[in-house]
RNA sequence: GGCGGCAUAGCCAAGUGGUAAGGCCGUGGAUUGCAAAUCCACUACCCCCGGUUCGAUUCCGGGUGCCGCCUCCA
């Protein structure tokens, strides 16, 4: 498989420029996006960053790239932010419900795993877990330590962040400013006030912990991704992706840590996503107006929230509204609509060259060309989707005007289905719920649309209106098109 | 208190130093027995105040608002 030309350029974190991209293994691109800790339900926040790192995957391997994906799940580590005890946010929703916490990352990974389903987004090809990559992420700390970058205190392991100069490289933070400015004093076992642990002592009331070196304890937040990136992607690799939150302190501490205790580069290309508002302001747990991605898809289709979420790049802040998702959905069923008709005419569509075959493939060129670019562009998502309603209305004109030949069509619709399918995933997945659900009806239907057309032929039009409002009024929708009548279930 | 980002039509949202994509909604038209769908047309002086420039929505400074991070901790 070849890779396709392409002039992919994308924004680094690392340097704050938009950068043309090099593979470090021409054809290969190895990525790590941060995955969720697994102590409660996916919300809209999770959403917007996977689906966003999801297309993002997606056109790298539309382009002909080997792509090697690489998403943990976290389960362990991360400490509450607000609580003063510095409590596991897993142990404590474990002792909450009394069970071990590895019940509760399992069951909040299942149902993290069954969102993404639901919005589409692709399984990585790894989901490495953080509990089973301890021993990994001891022996770098032993390799900080033995490089003098690392150092024990009261039984934790801190890492030193005035032995690595280039710390603030990715986020710009002056952090020598930052500290002056604190009235911060040292406190506990670290030396500096920026050195963060690699390796907590566990005292008794702690449900996980591991033996280390260093006595029974357990990992610190920033090390597992470290440890989990470097293990399937090698000690440099292309691309860390991650939400903007977690810019700092967690990824400049992960940048310092990999590249002290291997002297390499890490990653490459820093790709950072942008948060998710609502009505806009941001959504929390305190005032109560977060939205869960189960509850939101009871509401919704998942392409419709894609197409909600891509319609903002994945570097800006989207604001959620309720119209904001209408909107998107109103959209969509534009885009649908065109590939419907793009397969309907395929039924019928005479072969050999036709005088509608120019308009169509002029339409073909331009999304070609208009949806690369964008994409090309830092994935510009918004931009890639205003070349699909583009093309809509062009394919739908066409469609409309001189006849058009089987190949001419086929190969709009191929390239529209890579695109608005393959790419962004907008696109019902074929043999998806709607076949299914018409299929039993099928046959009753065929009857009731052949007594109503011979109603119409007879002009009885107060009976046909009779007939499809009292279909629409069991959730069937009837539209009279000029190929004759179709129908479809609502809901 | 500190650092960084954003602020575009009723809503969502791109973008550019030379008078602003796309989607939704709305209006008018074509088509239709009607409706829906489809197609065509129309709808913004880009938060406020200064400055730079021949010219700024786009650059700089200030203000206001919102967002993220730090400030307790990992």
Request: charged share 25%; proline share 4%; hydrophobic share 40%.
């Amino acid at each position: 498989m070849t890779v396709r030309d392409h002039n992919l350029h994308l924004v680094n974190t690392l340097g704050r420029l938009k950068e043309r991209f090099v593979p470090l293994v021409p054809g290969h691109v190895g990525i790590y996006v941060c995955g969720p800790t697994v102590y409660s339900d996916a919300h809209l926040g999770h959403a917007k960053s996977y689906v966003s790192f999801d297309a993002i995957i997606r056109y790298f391997r539309h382009l002909g790239y080997k792509v090697k994906y690489v998403q943990n799940i976290t389960d362990v580590g991360h400490l509450l932010d607000n609580a003063d005890e510095g409590e596991d946010k897993i142990e404590r929703r474990a002792k909450l419900e009394r069970v071990h916490p590895l019940e509760i990352a399992e069951a909040y990974a299942r149902s993290y795993f069954k969102d993404m389903e639901g919005l589409g987004v692709a399984y990585a090809d790894l989901h490495p877990r953080a509990t089973q990559h301890i021993p990994e992420q001891i022996e770098i700390i032993e390799q900080l330590i033995a490089k003098g970058n690392a150092y024990a205190a009261g039984g934790n392991i801190y890492f030193s962040v005035g032995s690595w100069k280039e710390y603030g490289c990715l986020s710009g933070r002056d952090t020598d400013d930052a500290v002056e400015g604190t009235r911060v004093t040292v406190r506990g076992d670290k030396r500096d006030p920026r050195d963060f642990a690699l390796w907590k002592h566990a005292d008794p009331s702690h449900i996980q912990w591991w033996r280390s070196p260093w006595g029974k304890g357990y990992p610190g937040w920033h090390i597992e991704c470290s440890a989990m990136s470097m293990k399937y992607l090698g000690e440099e690799f292309d691309i860390h992706g991650g939400g903007l939150e977690n810019q700092f302190p967690h990824h400049e501490c992960e940048i310092a840590q990999s590249r002290a205790a291997t002297g390499k580069g890490f990653a490459r290309y820093w790709l950072h996503n942008n948060m998710i508002n609502r009505d806009g302001v941001k959504m929390s747990k305190s005032l109560g107006n977060g939205i869960l991605i189960k509850d939101l898809l009871k509401e919704v289709p998942g392409t419709t929230v894609r197409a909600f979420l891509l319609g903002t790049h994945y570097r800006s802040a989207a604001n959620f509204t309720d119209e904001g998702v209408k909107a998107a959905h109103a959209g969509l069923e534009r885009l649908h609509f065109v590939l419907g008709a793009m397969r309907d005419r395929m039924k019928s569509a005479p072969s050999g060259a036709q005088p509608g075959d120019a308009a169509v493939g002029d339409a073909v060129v331009t999304l070609d060309r208009d949806f690369h670019a964008a994409m090309d562009d830092d994935f510009n998502t918004p931009i890639a989707m205003s070349s699909l309603y583009e093309f809509a209305k062009r394919m739908n004109a066409a469609l409309a005007g001189a006849p058009v030949s089987k190949e001419a069509c086929g190969a709009a619709l191929d390239t529209y289905v890579a695109l608005a399918g393959g790419v962004l995933g907008l696109l019902p997945v074929e043999g998806d719920s709607e076949d299914g659900r018409k299929g039993d009806l099928e046959p009753v239907m065929q009857v009731v649309l052949d007594v109503r057309r011979l109603l119409r032929e007879r002009k009885l039009f107060d009976l046909t209106d009779v007939l499809r409002d009292r279909l629409a009024s069991v959730g069937i929708d009837v539209k009279d098109t000029k190929d004759g009548p179709v129908w479809q279930r609502r809901g």
